[in-house]
């Protein structure tokens, strides 16, 4: 989902009218409907991730988990977004919202039944994963159409905000609730979130096609046109392009710091599901206040800038955290890894909204989503392979050194440091496109430099 505000001409941050946008009623009764649907996801992430990480204590379930929530984006992104910009995206929205309660109800039937083992989870993940290729660019589309455009990055950062209070309160309340009963109550929550969702989607305006030619996905030509002019739009314009490397990088390297949680509380930390619910609602409340803090960017810090900062930032405190041992720690620094994921996210997606037309939206917003949802389980793939390695050779030639949990530590601090090292070199080389700059605008700066790309000081007013 998305959130609005007034859109600053080059700056980092939303304006003070950021609250503002709620006057528009559609997008209120759906930014409230969706707070909790996006409680109920994160009780289930939570349910889900202990479930797994209790039976198998594998780094490699973790990442299959991950996959098969994913992997589908990959496989289905692109032809997702067509479908958004080809049929009445209301419609593709309670269809996909159906599916996906269909499916939460199926979690919490394995899980009442006592037959959640780790495959039958993968297969509902999957099912899953399939339904959010198509529900997401409908989704994403959809404020856009609910907002005038100079609210859309108020819009963008609330729904932001919104999401990431869920975020600080749902798995806290969701590993109290699952240490008080059992992980039942979690699904059949998450299930029955939807039901509000499919109530607010169902009072928008109807939402036509916008691509509208007689022949909707029949004319597979047509089709693959469409698809190669939204990927042509993303890879061969600077500016969009700059902005979907951001959030596929990211997206790819950090997402597995989350993954990874529920072993680090168990075999670094040696603690249980509460504290695993307490660590990520950390991380919320820190994403929370990274969208708070947007405001306070000045208006003449650009996103080009912003936006490698915050990666490289992000990097910096996730590798923080992987390498400390005792939870209180490294429950500060998940607050700041926090802070700077909201950033990254928010304003890499904000650049491309802003860069797009209606017409192309749906599919260019599902190639980013392809990529940066399809690649995530790479990166946990890559911590897993770097992780396990390097454990394994320091279980052979310093054996005093090894513990439960340095496999997972060592996979997050390598792909922490590749972040952080993707961070600085989009910092140094910087691309003004990102924030529809030309050369010749004033500002426009293309000369390399960290501390010009940290100090933006090209861009501070004279």
Known sequence: MTPAATVEEGGGG????????????????????????????????????WIVASKTDSLLWMSWIGAAQLFPCLLFGLFGGVVADRVNRKKLLIVTQVAMML????????V???????????????????????????????????????????????QGISFNV???????????????????????????SFIGVMIAVLRT?????????????????KVWSDTKEAIRFVFLSRGPRAAFLASVVFGLLATPVLRFLPLFVKNVYGLQEKT??????????????????????????????????????????????????????AGVFMFFVGVFWMWSFNTSMAAMQLLVEDSMRGRVMSVLNTAALGLMPLGSFLATGAGDAGAAIVRHAAPVYWTAGLAAQMGIAFVATLL???????????????????PGDPGYDRKPGLVRGITGATHRPR
């Open 14 to 49: 939303a304006s003070a009218s950021r609250w503002g946008v709620l006057r528009h009623t559609h997008f209120r009764t759906i930014w409230i409907a969706s707070f909790g649907s996006y409680m109920g996801g994160w009780f289930e992430y939570v349910g889900t991730q």
């Open 103 to 110: 499916i939460a109800i199926g979690f919490a039937a394995v």
């Open 112 to 158: 009442y039944l006592d037959v959640a083992e780790p495959w039958v989870l993968l297969l509902l993940s999957l099912a899953q994963g399939i339904a959010i290729a198509f529900n997401m660019p409908a989704w994403q589309v959809l404020t856009p159409r609910l907002v005038p455009r100079a609210d859309l990055v108020a819009a963008i950062t609330l």
């Open 166 to 192: 869920a975020r600080a309160i749902g798995p806290s309340l969701g590993g109290v609730i699952m240490g008080a009963t059992n992980a039942t109550a979690l699904f059949a929550i998450n299930a029955a």
């Open 205 to 221: 305006p109807d939402a036509p096609a916008p691509v509208s030619d007689g022949k909707g996905l029949w004319d597979l030509q």
């Open 276 to 329: 695993f619910g307490i660590m990520t609602g950390i991380m919320g409340a820190g994403a929370v206040t990274g969208g708070l803090l947007l405001r306070k960017v000045p208006k003449w810090y650009p996103k080009h800038h912003l936006i490698p900062l915050s990666v490289t930032m992000g990097g910096l405190w996730i590798l923080l955290f992987a390498i400390e041992d005792n939870a209180y720690v």
């Open 420 to 438: 952080m090292g993707a961070g600085g070199v989009m910092l140094i080389w910087r691309t003004p496109e990102v924030d529809g700059l030309k």
